[in-house]
């Protein structure tokens, strides 16, 4: 399926930074088939290394996480964590393929599923309820894990998150949870405005309508999604925009789409404008929240990847 870049706008504007937790349980690792070999003085790709492991929520649940790091790094790695959005999954939105971009450029990238399962095996059942804290909880996880099994350099430490996961990456960085000083952060259509949730669930009366059948009941299922008090308070409660200023003048990419209607380009915007080291992408394309960036094939794919890719190269 190809597709093509319609509109290509840049502007500037700000910046970011995030935090820490715990991992545990190890699973498996392989290698991919590239053929060139990387740290050899020619440029060429670095081969990939791919390792599959579950974090230990510590409330028998437990979180699916993979690494994809590069295979004879000489010294300590840079890390980037990556975070999907609302009823995505670790795979959601090209992460699979953009983990592997930036392992072959010699970062080590770790991303997780943030829906648990009730026992460390990729079968189990999910619970189908997370919020905010605990993304932000399994995130730092993850990066605890890299950092206590392998050679990561903690000084140049980055995030990339869309959706959902853009609020709770903007969050870590803001406040720097955990102690994780992180250097520089990719956004794509965050989520991170006062309104830009309220807006998905259909404005200001469905969010109260549905915040009271939740308090009532104990959750809402929206999506397949179980939405507790707890869920629609953290929204209302910390406006990851007005503390933007804390990230200093560290870079900040944001990619909107202007035809994106889960979140507009207007809120992606927004969250730009909170930064102080800021740069803007906007893209138009009809795959209005997807950016093209599942497809199998897509010149705006690609260069999106490549942007992302090029952004952590120069500023991590």
């Known amino acids: 399926m190809k597709a093509s870049v319609k509109h290509i706008h840049r502007i500037l504007s700000f910046l970011l930074a995030v935090t820490m937790v715990t991992g545990l349980f190890f699973i498996s690792g392989c290698g991919n088939d590239n053929p060139a070999a990387g740290g050899d003085g020619t440029g060429a790709p670095y081969k990939t290394v791919t390792e599959e492991f579950f974090l230990d929520r510590g409330d028998g649940t437990y979180t699916l996480a993979e690494a994809v790091y590069p295979k004879n790094y000489d010294g300590p790695m840079p890390l980037v964590a990556i975070a999907h959005g609302f009823k995505g999954t670790l795979n959601s939105g090209g992460a699979q393929e953009l983990s592997h971009r930036l392992a072959e450029a010699g970062y080590a990238v770790v991303r997780m599923d943030f829906n648990p399962r009730t026992a460390p095996k990729k079968d189990a059942p999910k619970t189908n309820l997370y919020d905010l804290k605990s993304m932000e909880a399994d995130m730092l996880r993850a990066v605890n894990y890299m950092i206590g099994n392998h050679s990561i350099d903690t000084d140049r430490l980055g995030l990339y998150a869309r959706s959902m996961g853009g609020r709770v990456a903007m969050t870590m960085a803001n406040e720097s949870i955990g102690g994780l000083d992180f250097k520089a952060m990719a956004l794509v259509a965050p989520a991170g405005t006062d309104d830009a949730m309220v807006y998905y669930m259909g404005g200001d009366e469905n969010w109260e309508e549905m915040k009271k059948t939740a308090q009532s009941d104990g959750f809402i299922e929206h999506q397949g999604q179980k939405l507790t008090p707890e869920w629609f308070k953290e929204f209302e409660d910390y406006n990851p925009c007005d503390f933007g200023h804390k990230f200093g003048d560290r870079p900040v990419l944001v990619i909107c789409n202007t035809l994106d209607y889960v979140v ?20 138009t394309t009809d795959n209005y929240h997807g950016y093209e960036m599942s497809y199998e094939s897509s010149e705006l794919k690609d260069y999106l990847m490549t942007e992302i890719t090029d952004f952590f190269k120069a500023n991590l």
């Not at 507009?264 to 893209?283: G, H, L, P, Q």
Request: aromatic share 4%.
């Open 264 to 283: 507009t380009d207007e809120t992606s915007r927004k969250c730009a404008a909170a930064y102080k080291n800021s740069r803007v992408i906007t893209v």
